[in-house]
């Protein structure tokens, strides 16, 4: 042993900021990709984006950017509020409006419990009891605060609390102001007039055995029968345990492709739907300011200019891998486009990225929250790798068509006597598919279906 100085030569990975900001870039959407654009036009003064006329030409020389700037954009969300606020002025002024072309607006949970709050209770007293209550119902219609707890917030008596609450449980939708899903089922049970018998007392007694489906011990424990305790059972699963969320207000999201394949005279061509992603180019007036002799300034700049370089380079690899990968996809899954889901093939991801020479990761994340437009419908990226089952005449199967053939087997079985997963892998062999029972609880569960036990009708 001895104290020395060697050089060696080692290869290692430097997983920089700028590679990790190409991988996160790389599996972002078409919208999350425009929105982080965005976001970096604002936070880097030397990124411009083109202007809102369309004109492509970037600014020629030192001369400033004719892209819009921040201060630009702020300035025309201010005008666009100021227009949308004197148009609605004129619109409710003008008698010669239609009424159908208000467009409507959701009404949330709050809004309609209020309305009936307003026209049910006159006393002021009464009134802001009430007001309170139905601030403290959350977005599924249970409210978060115990009788007691209001009380003492208002300073009134619990009796007044109590009273106030049990007319709001009345309110619509039915169940709301619950103080938890048992109470939830019993208001709507009472509204409804199914309160009673075998309802009430599943609702009041055995409601964690109801999720189980366990009929016959229910039905033991209340001197029934199986088939009673289960048409029981449907009635109660009819009742909403989430009165609230039929007032929700979040929007209903959408999906928006970020590749589209056409079909144009025979073959097919490629677009990667990136309209709505701002372009951007740097700002030449900051290559003067590079040069300054003032070191902090200078370091500034280099680093936002290297940052903007590399975000721009980083969108165009994103664009240029998701057109190779979809490429690879249209070649490997011909028949898909050609003739449609039923003929969709076995593909993993290492066979596209051996063709392309990219590592398997990279494939995984292109097809990430992506979407493809195909002749065939709006599909995700992803659908098109899927595992396959070997049959017995040696062709391979996708797991989309075993899982149809599962659901074909369940739609002919007895009520009475359902498949169980064990049953169903016997059928599937006899067909000539052989999987594991395990492989057919993945997909049955993958399906959403419930087990045999909870299938059964008696």
């Not at 009424?99 to 209770?121: K, N, Y």
């Not at 009891?129 to 300073?155: F, T």
């Amino acid at each position: 042993m001895d104290f020395g100085l060697r050089l060696e030569t080692q290869q290692k990975l430097m997983m920089t900021q700028e590679l990790r900001q190409a991988i996160a870039i790389l599996q972002l959407s078409t919208q999350e990709l425009a929105a982080m654009v965005e976001q970096q036009f604002l936070e880097n003064p030397v990124l411009e984006m083109e202007n809102a006329a369309g004109d492509d030409d970037q600014p020629a020389g030192d001369a400033p950017s004719a892209g819009i700037t921040a201060a630009n954009v702020n300035e025309l969300d201010d005008y666009f509020k100021d227009g949308l606020k004197a148009n609605y002025q004129t619109a409710v002024h003008s008698d010669e409006m239609a009424a159908g072309s208000f467009a409507a607006r959701e009404v949330s949970l709050d809004e309609h419990l209020q309305f009936q709050l307003d026209i049910t209770f006159n006393n002021p007293l009464e009134h802001a009891v009430g007001q309170y209550i139905i601030g403290c119902i959350d977005h599924k219609g249970y409210l978060c605060s115990s009788v007691e707890e209001i009380a003492q917030a208002l300073a009134v008596s619990t009796e007044l609390a109590g009273s106030v609450l049990e007319i709001i449980q009345t309110f619509d939708p039915e169940g709301v102001g619950a103080r938890s899903l048992q109470e939830c089922l019993q208001i709507q049970a009472r509204q409804q007039g199914l309160y009673h018998g075998l309802v009430k007392a599943i609702i009041e007694q055995h409601l964690p055995d109801l999720a189980d489906a366990k009929y016959r011990w229910i039905a033991e424990r209340l001197n029934s029968t199986a088939h009673a305790v289960q048409e029981a059972a449907d009635l109660i699963r009819k009742l909403n345990p989430k009165p609230g969320l039929a007032f929700s207000t979040e929007s209903a999201g959408y999906i928006s492709a970020d590749v589209t394949v056409e079909r144009v005279n025979g073959s097919y061509v490629i677009l990667v739907n990136d309209s709505n992603i701002p372009r951007l180019f740097i700002n030449p007036s900051y290559r003067q300011a590079s040069r300054q002799p003032d070191s902090e300034v200078k370091k500034f700049i280099e680093n936002r200019l290297n940052a903007a370089i590399w975000l721009i380079r980083s969108v165009e690899q994103r664009r240029n891998t998701l057109y190779r990968v979809t490429e690879a996809i249209l070649d490997l899954q011909r028949g898909f486009f050609d003739h449609g889901p039923p003929h969709i093939r076995p593909l993993i991801m290492k066979t596209v990225a051996d063709r392309l020479g990219i590592h398997e990761s990279t494939v995984s994340r292109a097809v990430a929250n992506k979407y493809i437009n195909t002749p065939h419908g709006l599909f995700s990226m992803r659908a098109f790798f899927s595992s396959c089952v070997n049959t017995v005449n040696g062709e391979e199967m996708v797991s989309g068509k075993i899982k149809q053939e599962i659901k074909n087997l369940l739609r002919s079985e007895n009520p009475a006597s359902p498949l169980s997963d064990q049953g169903i892998s016997g059928l599937l062999a006899k067909q000539g598919i052989k999987i594991s029972r395990r492989t057919v609880t993945k997909y049955r569960e993958e399906m959403g279906i419930a087990s045999s036990n909870k299938r059964k009708r008696y």
